[in-house]
């Protein structure tokens, strides 16, 4: 079965830094996209950042370009550095992958379970 499983989560102070992982098995995403979602309370899901097989080509959100750096290993995982973090940050953050060629704005079908993240001002 296909399998994504993030980690890296945490509480950390505005202007702090954490990275996310996520790791993928049961299929070889290599030539698809990864992804990361966030949604925090009472507000609609939205697409973080997106990364391309290879990592030629990623995209961010406005609200985090800058900040946000979205990278990708050869071993099915993807990963997010956040930096400069600030309390509109916190929400669950998801890693998500999908078979196509078109990252950015797509759907995405094969969903980890999530991991909080936090940050205080």
């Known amino acids: 079965q296909v399998q994504l499983v993030e980690s890296g989560g945490g509480s950390v102070q505005a202007g702090g830094s954490l990275r996310l992982s996520c790791a993928a098995s049961?299929?070889?995403?290599?030539?698809?996209?990864m992804a990361w979602f966030r949604q925090a309370p009472g507000k609609e899901r939205e697409e973080v950042a997106a990364i391309s097989s290879g990592g030629g080509r990623t995209d961010y959100a406005d609200s985090v370009k800058g900040r946000f750096t979205i990278s990708r290993d050869n071993a099915n995982s993807v990963y997010l550095q956040m930096n400069s973090l600030k309390p509109e940050d916190t929400a669950m953050y998801y890693c998500a992958a999908r078979t196509g060629w078109v990252c950015w704005g797509e759907e995405y079908g094969y969903w980890g379970q999530g991991t909080q993240v936090t940050v205080s001002s």
């Open positions: 049961g299929y070889d995403f290599s030539s698809g996209c």
